[in-house]
């Protein structure tokens, strides 16, 4: 599942800034710490730029101030809901410095076993080549461990970086959240199925079953009837409503209402992996909820209180 973390930079002499960042399902297993830095860095950077953040010299630390390799997987080493501090200073694996220096060639894969993220080829690969975990890290508190070590614990990064991995076996490139023991209940129901086949059922048009079911929800009706559906007041006995135009959202006092009153969102909201935007903005993409808020209306217009009739 995705994660949310909160970055802070704090340095004397430049603007300080504190991030809550979504972290996608995807980046939790495929992307690395440097990659969430860079989140960071990017959304600083426009905004100071003249302190401008290099995203490969600094690192991140947590709230016991214990250090975090850039280079390592974001769901190995980063937790939901918690706050990290950006750091001057790079901070990485050795054994990813000296690959970086030696650039792997075309035919190197990755390891995706637990703890191991070693490079290697299929040449090279036989069934003791990787000494691994079996199951996920474990991090609570200021523990850390394996699921499947869990006599060994440790209290600093490069202490769980180094418990030694409990399986022998070949390097893989399948991520281990996606492997799933077999079933012996689905072998059996495929067993089943196999000796006794069932006839194909009949499969029906869209428009075939909604003449035979008019008051069944579907989606047309669904967006008719929500076209057909009044619109509600916000208007308050102080004599102010809320706008309920997208990008909007200020209370204001209807008396003043005008055709310039309110600056709005014609489109709708995008989240795509990490990126927010606008559909009627799009070249406006942005990384940080909070800049998301803050990009500014690309239409002009009356508050909508729900009352007064809108142009369309």
């Not at 969430?36 to 991140?60: A, C, G």
């Not at 850039?70 to 054994?95: M, T, W």
């Not at 997208?246 to 006092?253: A, E, I, L, R, S």
Request: proline content about 6%; glycine content about 4%.
């Amino acid at each position: 599942m995705s994660i949310k973390v909160y970055l802070h930079y704090e340095t004397d002499g430049s603007p300080e800034k504190t991030s809550k960042l979504t972290i996608p399902k995807k980046w939790v297993t495929e992307k690395y710490v440097s990659d969430v830095i860079e989140l960071f860095t990017d959304s600083y950077n426009k905004s100071n730029p003249d302190h401008i953040i290099l995203k490969d010299e600094v690192h991140l630390t947590n709230n016991s101030n214990e250090k975090i390799y850039s280079n390592a997987i974001v769901g190995e080493v980063l937790q939901d809901r918690y706050d990290y501090f950006i750091k001057p200073g790079r901070y990485i694996k050795d054994v990813c410095v000296v690959e970086s220096e030696s650039v792997p060639s075309t035919h190197q894969l990755r390891c995706r076993n637990y703890g191991c993220n070693q490079y290697y080829t299929e040449e090279e690969n036989t069934a003791t080549s990787c000494k691994h975990h079996v199951a996920p890290p474990i991090f609570h508190d200021r523990i850390k461990g394996w699921s499947c070590c869990k006599d060994k614990k440790a209290y600093d990064w490069e202490e769980f970086q180094a418990i030694e991995g409990c399986t022998l076996g070949p390097h893989s490139t399948v991520d281990p959240k996606l492997v799933f023991a077999a079933s012996p209940t689905v072998a059996a129901a495929n067993e089943a199925e196999a000796n006794n086949p069932t006839p194909a059922p009949v499969l029906k048009s869209i428009d075939s079953y909604n003449q035979e079911n008019p008051d069944a929800a579907s989606a047309a009706g669904a967006a008719a009837k929500a076209l057909q559906a009044p619109r509600k007041s916000s208007r308050r006995d102080d004599g102010t409503a809320k706008c309920q135009n997208k990008g909007c959202q200020k209370v204001f006092p209807v008396s003043e209402n005008s055709p310039t009153a309110c600056v709005y969102h014609v489109g709708q909201p995008v989240f795509h992996d990490a990126v927010k935007f606008w559909s009627c903005c799009a070249q406006k993409k942005c990384y940080d909820f909070d800049e998301f808020l803050a990009v500014p209306g690309c239409a002009t217009g009356y508050h909508d209180d729900g009352v007064i009739e809108l142009k369309p």
